[in-house]
């Protein structure tokens, strides 16, 4: 198992921290780096600053949202650093959800989530591949464009730069059963929100047909430090944020996935708390347990042992959230 810096998105501002944190990684042999984008700061700037800044470690977004922007626009991107780093690219894609879509990004969130997600894809790979024009005739994407609003005039086109690297790997941030399972078919690779190795069983379906050498990349937060209950704080905000705000009542793929993970009715309360504005409350409601077993917190000791438990599942890349330079040498430790 391959361990992964995750810097995920900004906050109010730029972390200063963050070159230097993925330097350390480097350093310390971490095998990526990966960015993030939400509804302010983009996913690709702030992993090219790292890539001039580093030198072997691995470049991945987990994730870009696809509505920020066209498939041939994301993979101008990616062709893009992948040059400039020399090869270092990974691509990690993610759907979001209707609010996000229909609320920042100002589209329609697409009816067949899965078709939308596959023309997406196509698309990229047309790219890369150059192998000729990019034409797909899709229900969402359509190269060239041939709606009833378009001049007629559009022509396929392919990419005047040439790729680096045609297999560029592309990974998906799937949350639905069908959705995962989709994503063994058509990716390189699967970026997981929650994981947990005690609950390997409900992905077991979706991951029944996995290829050689697919990546399975979950994200944990960890943190070495000697009160587990106050080092799994920022896991229950982040739960909170993400089961209570990231979505609509009747749509939260973020919460839906928390009761299939054995937490139906503790999901169903954050959002009741998040949404009436009594976010202290929806953050306190999180379970520590589920909050636990998706993290790896504590003294050096404990997380030895359970780190462990993801060692011995399909995991192939932790992506680790991880504060500050000391938990990154105790995990390569660890892990080495």
């Not at 879509?101 to 990229?124: H, M, Q």
């Not at 990349?217 to 704080?233: N, Q």
């Not at 954050?270 to 003294?299: K, M, T």
Request: glycine share 10%; proline share 7%; charged share 25%.
């Amino acid at each position: 198992m391959r361990l992964g810096l995750a810097l995920g998105y900004w906050g109010r501002g730029p972390d200063p921290g963050h070159v230097d944190l993925a330097q350390e990684a480097e350093r310390l042999g971490y095998d990526s780096v990966w960015t993030a984008e939400a509804w302010g700061s983009d996913a690709f700037t702030p992993l090219t600053w790292i890539a001039a800044r580093t030198s072997r470690i691995k470049l991945g977004t987990a994730v870009a949202q696809m509505a920020a922007r066209s498939p041939v626009t994301t993979a101008m991107h990616a062709l893009t650093l992948d040059h400039l780093s020399g090869g270092r690219m990974m691509l990690g894609l993610g759907l979001s959800g209707p609010q996000v879509v229909e609320g920042w990004y100002g589209r329609p969130f697409p009816k067949s989530p899965l078709t939308a997600t596959r023309e997406y894809v196509e698309v990229i790979r047309q790219v890369l591949r150059r192998e000729g024009p990019v034409e797909v005739a899709g229900r969402f994407h359509s190269h060239p464009y041939d709606g009833p609003d378009g001049t007629g005039l559009g022509k396929a086109l392919k990419p005047i730069t040439h790729p680096l690297r045609a297999d560029l790997p592309v990974l998906l941030g799937a949350e639905g059963p069908k959705n995962i399972a989709q994503t063994t078919r058509i990716a390189d690779g699967w970026l997981p929100l929650y994981w947990s190795p005690l609950r390997t069983d409900v992905y077991e379906a979706s991951l029944a047909d996995v290829p050689e050498r697919f990546l399975i990349a979950p994200m944990a937060r960890a943190e070495v430090c000697d009160d587990v209950a106050e080092g799994l704080l920022p896991v229950k905000a982040m739960l909170g944020f993400y089961i209570g705000g990231m979505g609509h009542s009747a749509r939260n793929f973020h919460a839906d996935l928390m009761a299939r993970m054995g937490y139906e009715a503790e999901a169903r309360r954050i959002q009741e708390l998040f949404l009436a504005g009594r976010r202290e409350e929806a953050v306190l409601a999180v379970p520590d347990a589920f909050a636990d077993e998706i993290s790896l917190i504590g003294p050096r000791a404990r997380i030895a042992e359970r780190l462990e438990l993801w060692r011995k599942g399909p995991v192939t890349d932790l992506l680790v959230l991880a504060p500050d330079p000391h938990t990154l040498r105790v995990l390569a430790e660890l892990n080495s």
